[in-house]
């Protein structure tokens, strides 16, 4: 797998991108937002299976890099940053951001969650296509329409836009309304991963699902549990 590493930081481009080599990846390094723009063109070669991206670069915010990328390629993006703070966290999960890790994280774990992300952008392979009874299948939850084939929502006839996450997680939910997702499945299901962290970004999602529906009470919060969705009338 082609992999483009964002990171103005050489020391630590270098020794990251040895690890991955090691582990059979092919590492092109970008050290600003607009070398990685340019990177991602099409023409520039094959195309990256996922690009790791650092949030301080010396031209532009990564966030910034993040919401142009997500205008021109459904590449996958993981967030690799110093920076913790959940406003942080929502703000690069809601502008498209695949995952985020931060600093100093596992170099096992951030393997696995490039190969995670990478699965899942694999078309026929998403966990909507999984879970919710295959082509051509569409999802009416009152006044809310999911449709599969095209991974597209709609509120009343009106278009909503989700992140790739946020489209497999309400259409997990949407098969069996009012049936209860243990937090666990969910996880395994959307980001086929059993780690403990990935808990935050589940509420994340959620939260961000519950935003742009604009339907606090659709997706209900079980607790100690897991989540169900609570199909609204009309």
């Given at each position: 797998?082609?992999?483009?590493?964002?990171?103005?930081?050489?020391?630590?481009?270098?020794?990251?991108?040895?690890?991955?080599?090691?582990?059979?990846?092919?590492?092109?390094?970008?050290?600003?937002?607009?070398?990685?723009?340019r990177a991602l063109l099409p023409g520039g070669g094959a195309?990256?299976?996922?690009?790791?991206?650092?949030?301080?670069?010396?031209?532009?915010?990564?966030?910034?890099?993040?919401?142009?990328?997500?205008?021109?390629?459904?590449?996958?993006?993981?967030?690799?940053?110093?920076?913790?703070?959940?406003?942080?966290?929502?703000?690069?999960?809601?502008?498209?951001?695949?995952?985020?890790?931060?600093?100093?994280?596992?170099?096992?774990?951030?393997?696995?969650?490039?190969?995670?992300?990478?699965?899942?952008?694999?078309?026929?392979?998403?966990?909507?296509?999984?879970?919710?009874?295959?082509?051509?299948?569409?999802?009416?939850?009152?006044?809310?329409?999911?449709?599969?084939?095209?991974?597209?929502?709609?509120?009343?006839?009106?278009?909503?836009?989700?992140?790739?996450?946020?489209?497999?997680?309400?259409?997990?939910?949407?098969?069996?309304?009012?049936?209860?997702?243990?937090?666990?499945?969910?996880?395994?299901?959307?980001?086929?991963?059993?780690?403990?962290?990935?808990?935050?970004?589940?509420?994340?999602?959620?939260?961000?699902?519950?935003?742009?529906?604009?339907?606090?009470?659709?997706?209900?919060?079980?607790?100690?549990?897991?989540?169900?969705?609570?199909?609204?009338?009309?």
């Open positions: 797998m082609r992999l483009l590493l964002v990171e103005d930081d050489d020391h630590v481009a270098t020794a990251l991108s040895a690890v991955l080599a090691r582990h059979g990846f092919e590492v092109r390094h970008a050290r600003s937002g607009e070398e990685a723009l195309p990256f299976g996922v690009v790791l991206l650092d949030l301080g670069l010396p031209d532009q915010d990564g966030f910034e890099v993040c919401g142009r990328i997500r205008k021109t390629t459904g590449t996958p993006v993981i967030m690799v940053t110093a920076r913790a703070d959940v406003r942080s966290r929502i703000h690069g999960l809601n502008l498209g951001a695949d995952d985020y890790v931060t600093k100093p994280y596992d170099t096992g774990e951030l393997l696995a969650r490039i190969h995670a992300v990478s699965r899942r952008a694999v078309p026929g392979e998403t966990a909507a296509d999984d879970v919710a009874g295959g082509p051509g299948e569409q999802l009416r939850l009152g006044a809310v329409l999911v449709e599969i084939p095209t991974r597209q929502v709609s509120v009343s006839g009106e278009p909503v836009s989700l992140t790739r996450k946020e489209f497999d997680l309400l259409a997990l939910l949407a098969q069996r309304p009012g049936v209860v997702f243990r937090r666990e499945q969910i996880i395994s299901e959307v980001w086929r991963t059993s780690w403990e962290g990935t808990g935050r970004t589940l509420e994340v999602h959620v939260a961000s699902l519950r935003s742009k529906l604009r339907m606090p009470t659709l997706i209900e919060t079980v607790r100690g549990v897991g989540y169900r969705l609570v199909a609204p009338a009309g």
